[in-house]
T-cell receptor, first 112, second 110 residues
Framework: DAGVIQSPRHEVTEMGQEVTLRCKPI?????LFWYRQTMMRGLELLIY????????DSGMPEDRFSAKMPNASFSTLKIQPSEPRDSAVYFC??????????FGEGSRLTVL | RKEVEQDPGPFNVPEGATVAFNCTYS??????FFWYRQDCRKEPKLLMS???SGNEDGRFTAQLNRASQYISLLIRDSKLSDSATYLC???????????FGSGTKLNVKP
């Protein structure tokens, strides 16, 4: 069975550029989560969706960040414009309600 | 106050040692509890769920104390391959929101 699939795995970009991260959750899972992980702040929840609807986006750092889930099998996290302090590993995860959380391999973002 | 708090460690132990991690959570309405393991530069993966009655999986034992709002993980006969960061995870119950601790780093030495 395919797990959570994220792309790109690595991205290096320059400050000011738009970054789009993509995620395909496990088929049948109804919850999708975007996390950001840094050494300083650990794993932070940015936003999560239930049945494609954003439930809580209080973790989104600022208006430069946006996330969409147009259907049950796809989600994007966009940063526009990107800044060096956005450099981190961004994880997408999915689950069934009250079930185990499955993570993708992450997208490692470096903003120069 | 953070939703989930853990001692960041690192815990440096010799092979064969027994090591215990604790974490505390703030929301008494939390319903599901987990321990995740994260290897360096990898994604977190489920180690085990934590049940009210306590549960064991081989060398690993997890316990939950709802009254004191803490969760523990005991690793017996530790192996070099147990070296990783262990994350305590609590599901807040409402709307399936998972809260992660900052992780406890374990180094098992030969």
């Amino acid at each position: 069975d395919a797990g959570v699939i994220q792309s790109p795995r690595h991205e290096v970009t320059e400050m000011g550029q738009e970054v789009t991260l993509r995620c395909k959750p496990i088929s049948g899972h109804n919850s999708l989560f975007w996390y950001r992980q840094t050494m300083m702040r650990g794993l932070e929840l940015l936003i999560y969706f239930n049945n494609n609807v954003p439930i809580d986006d209080s973790g989104m750092p600022e208006d430069r960040f946006s996330a969409k889930m147009p259907n049950a099998s796809f989600s994007t996290l966009k940063i526009q414009p990107s800044e060096p302090r956005d450099s981190a590993v961004y994880f997408c995860a999915s689950s069934l309600m009250d079930g185990e959380l499955f993570f993708g391999e992450g997208s490692r973002l470096t903003v120069l | 106050r953070k939703e989930v708090e853990q001692d960041p460690g690192p815990f440096n132990v010799p092979e064969g040692a027994t090591v215990a991690f604790n974490c505390t959570y703030s929301n008494s309405a939390s319903q599901s509890f987990f321990w995740y393991r994260q290897d360096c530069r990898k994604e977190p993966k489920l180690l085990m769920s934590v049940y009210s009655s306590g549960n064991e999986d081989g060398r690993f034992t997890a316990q939950l104390n709802r009254a004191s709002q803490y969760i523990s993980l005991l690793i017996r006969d530790s192996k070099l391959s147990d070296s990783a960061t262990y994350l305590c995870v609590v599901n807040g119950g409402n709307f399936n929101k998972f809260y992660f601790g900052s992780g406890t780093k374990l180094n098992v030495k030969p």
